[in-house]
């Protein structure tokens, strides 16, 4: 059993389309996350939900919509992609805020 | 914003050489984790340090807990293949609600 699963594991598109990351976890967890990690592997957090509510937005530009229909779920849409959104975007998820963090497999976007 | 900082960045060792990564903070911690990420893997938790001075093992890897909960290292015996990968330490931010994670040290080993 997959304990966070996202979809798709890569996406390649053309720059100014919308795409969308879909995220689930099976683990019970109250808290979600999206981070990115760029081509120097450094992992940065772009958004927290806790039961559906957001906790944090770092400043990511709001071409990125999170989107969380229930506590198991937190889906990323992207509007308008540019060539520096080419990244791979994790979900994760933690029981507790800060409390050690499960991720799914990746999904690596291109933006051509 | 503020962030634990790791070196080194990179590392290459012969098979069966030791390995050790360091995480620096300006600011005491609460507590530590540390992560591994195999190459075209995913972030994969391997151990929480809560209290100064702490060490766990697991297996090789020794991980240690400054006493003033400031620092805090990852130190492998005797690599294997299977250690290659990025070593993440992160800092998580209670009053912020997120962790932060430092740069990682990636890891690479010759056989």
């Known amino acids: 059993d997959t304990a966070v699963s996202q979809t798709p594991k890569y996406l390649v598109t053309q720059m100014g389309n919308d795409k969308s990351i879909k995220c689930e976890q099976n683990?019970?967890?109250?808290?979600m996350y999206w981070y990115k990690q760029d081509s120097k592997k450094f992992l940065k957090i772009m958004f927290s939900?806790?039961?559906?509510?957001?906790?944090i937005n770092e400043t990511v530009p709001n071409r990125f919509s999170p989107k969380s229909p229930d506590k198991a779920h937190l889906n990323l849409h992207i509007n308008s992609l540019e060539l520096g959104d080419s990244a791979v975007y994790f979900c994760?998820?933690?029981?507790?805020?800060?409390?050690?963090?499960?991720f799914g497999n990746g999904t690596r976007l291109t933006v051509t | 914003g503020q962030q634990v900082m790791q070196i080194p960045q990179y590392q290459h060792v012969q098979e069966g050489e030791d390995f050790t990564t360091y995480c620096n903070s300006s600011?005491?911690?609460?507590?530590i984790q540390w992560y591994k990420q195999r190459p075209g893997g995913h972030p994969v938790f391997l151990i929480q340090?809560?209290?100064?001075?702490e060490v766990k093992k697991q297996k090789r890897l020794t991980f240690q807990f400054g006493e003033a909960k400031k620092n805090s290292s990852l130190h492998i015996t005797a690599t294997q293949t299977t250690d290659v990968g990025t070593y993440f330490c992160?800092?998580?931010?209670?009053?912020?609600?997120?962790?932060?994670f430092g740069q990682g040290t990636r890891l690479t080993i010759n056989p």
């Open positions: 994760a998820s933690s029981q507790l805020a800060v409390s050690p963090l499960h």
């Open positions: 683990l019970g967890h109250d808290t």
């Open positions: 939900y806790n039961n559906k509510e957001l906790i």
């Open positions: 600011t005491t911690l609460s507590n």
């Open positions: 340090l809560v209290k100064s001075g």
């Open positions: 992160a800092d998580p931010k209670g009053g912020a609600q997120k962790l932060v």
